[in-house]
């Protein structure tokens, strides 16, 4: 099966099983390495990319039903020497060790925040649920996206 | 990592289309929905079927109809989409909450209504039980025709209903009451459920119970109404403690299944909280 799909702005093509996993593809034939390949069960979230604007578990979706879809990996996100504000703040607040599930935590987070700009810690914490860290204890995970936090502006004699 | 065994996909463009690719492929086939289960299947070393037919381009499987008197939800609609679409109908506000706290939010972005209802070997589905406690009706289309059947008739003949056969939407009635779905994960996030309880309520204008639905997922292998502690309840005020103390009291028709995340005997003890916790809820 021939399989077009448009890779960080790229028109790309597969030939192969249409049940094999976006994750496998992405690694295995566009060299794109950022998303993991660990539990490959849809708990961990370190292989989150996003189809069509959506977080995405690549190691759930076949690629076989995602022709002409627009897929964006952390690659695509934000290059050496100009990281996205996101990453820039989970840089300032040292908050990454090992490294394994933060593509993951970064594709999940920078589309929540884009919807909820507003979110508070415990929003953060529900969105973040479908990805797994074993190094950090995520509390400077939450620290850095707070940081980039815009709270709904109140209007005067609103209740 | 293992390879999928499947050597083929069809791309379904209507019910009827996707039907008779499934009579054709036989017991080789499967549909294909959300892909979430067919996807984990090789590193689980489940069956994998050697053709898949899916069925989530089909329009009319996404798509959910709101009237007075029901609510249709086509069978590949996601669990997300349930939950936003549902979220300003106060009757079905139990299912909303299951829609949008079963998985992760990733999952429920792909996840099919269909598909938690059609997987057999899962008892933790959310959706399950949250459908029970509102009487849905499920219409499947096979290569016969329509047949209509009765939530708990379904889950009772999903594995023998052929494998040309298709779940297409999900019927519930709407009546004045108030439902809630109370779920208890090992941890507070990402964890399958070790017990479920969804309910609905029907109460009289002196405010006691005229009616309850009491759906019960996760602690035996497949989902099933409480039905002694709905018979309990019929006449009693709707207060939270008092439901906790009668399913206290009718805990034991329940004969928990073991699995790895908790014994059988701790998803039987839980059910009296849950049903507490479910009862608050219906007061937020």
Do not use: W
């Given at each position: 099966m021939s399989i077009c799909l448009n890779v960080n702005g790229e028109e790309r093509s597969f030939h192969g099983a249409p049940l094999t996993p976006l994750l496998d593809?992405?690694?295995?034939?566009?060299?794109?390495?950022?998303?993991?390949?660990?539990?490959?069960?849809?708990?961990?979230?370190?292989?989150?990319?996003?189809?069509?604007?959506?977080?995405?578990?690549?190691?759930?979706?076949?690629?076989?039903?995602?022709?002409?879809?627009?897929?964006?990996?952390?690659?695509?996100?934000?290059?050496?020497?100009?990281?996205?504000?996101?990453?820039?703040?989970?840089?300032?607040?040292?908050?990454?060790?090992?490294?394994?599930?933060?593509?993951?935590?970064?594709?999940?987070?920078?589309?929540?925040?884009?919807?909820?700009?507003?979110?508070?810690?415990?929003?953060?914490?529900?969105?973040?649920?479908?990805?797994?860290?074993?190094?950090?204890?995520?509390?400077?995970?939450?620290?850095?996206?707070?940081?980039?936090?815009?709270?709904?502006?109140?209007?005067?004699?609103?209740? | 990592m293992p390879e999928p065994k499947s050597d083929s996909l069809y791309i379904a463009g209507s019910v009827a289309d996707a039907v008779a690719a499934l009579a054709d492929r036989g017991s080789d086939g499967a549909a294909l929905a959300g892909a979430t289960w067919a996807m984990r299947a090789p590193i689980r070393g489940d069956r994998q079927a050697r053709s898949h037919v899916a069925i989530s381009k089909i329009a009319e499987l996404r798509t959910i109809e709101v009237s007075d008197k029901e609510v249709v939800i086509g069978s590949c609609v996601t669990h997300a989409e349930l939950a936003r679409r549902l979220e300003p109908i106060p009757e079905l506000r139990g299912l909303a909450m299951a829609a949008g706290s079963s998985a992760n939010p990733a999952v429920r972005q792909v996840a099919t209504v269909g598909g938690n209802l059609c997987t057999a070997d899962f008892a933790a589905a959310d959706l399950v039980p949250a459908l029970l406690c509102l009487d849905a009706a499920v219409e499947i289309e096979t290569s016969d025709g329509s047949a209509r059947l009765a939530i708990a008739d379904f889950l009772m003949r999903r594995t023998s209903l052929g494998s040309a056969s298709l779940v297409r939407r999900i019927i519930i009635p709407l009546r004045p009451m108030l439902s809630a779905h109370a779920r208890l994960p090992l941890r507070k996030a990402g964890d399958y459920p070790v017990a479920i309880v969804s309910l609905s309520i029907e109460t009289r204008r002196d405010g006691t119970i005229a009616a309850a639905r009491i759906g019960v997922g996760s602690v035996e292998a497949v989902a099933r109404r409480w039905s002694r502690l709905e018979e309990a309840l019929i006449g009693t005020p709707r207060d939270a403690i008092l439901a906790g103390e009668q399913a206290q009291a009718s805990a034991g028709t329940f004969t928990g299944r073991d699995g790895i995340d908790a014994p059988s005997w701790y998803r039987v003890m839980v059910l009296p909280t849950l049903v507490r916790r479910a009862f608050e809820l219906l007061d937020q």
């Open positions: 593809v992405l690694r295995d034939e566009f060299f794109l390495t950022g998303a993991k390949a660990v539990c490959r069960e849809g708990f961990c979230g370190s292989c989150t990319v996003h189809v069509d604007g959506l977080p995405t578990l690549s190691c759930l979706r076949p690629v076989g039903l995602l022709e002409n879809s627009a897929i964006l990996t952390i690659e695509g996100l934000g290059i050496s020497g100009n990281p996205s504000p996101l990453q820039k703040a989970l840089e300032d607040h040292d908050a990454v060790q090992c490294g394994m599930c933060f593509p993951g935590m970064v594709m999940s987070l920078t589309a929540f925040l884009e919807q909820a700009p507003d979110a508070t810690g415990a929003d953060i914490k529900h969105a973040l649920i479908g990805n797994i860290c074993r190094c950090t204890g995520y509390e400077r995970i939450i620290e850095a996206a707070l940081s980039l936090r815009v709270p709904t502006p109140s209007v005067e004699g609103m209740p | -």
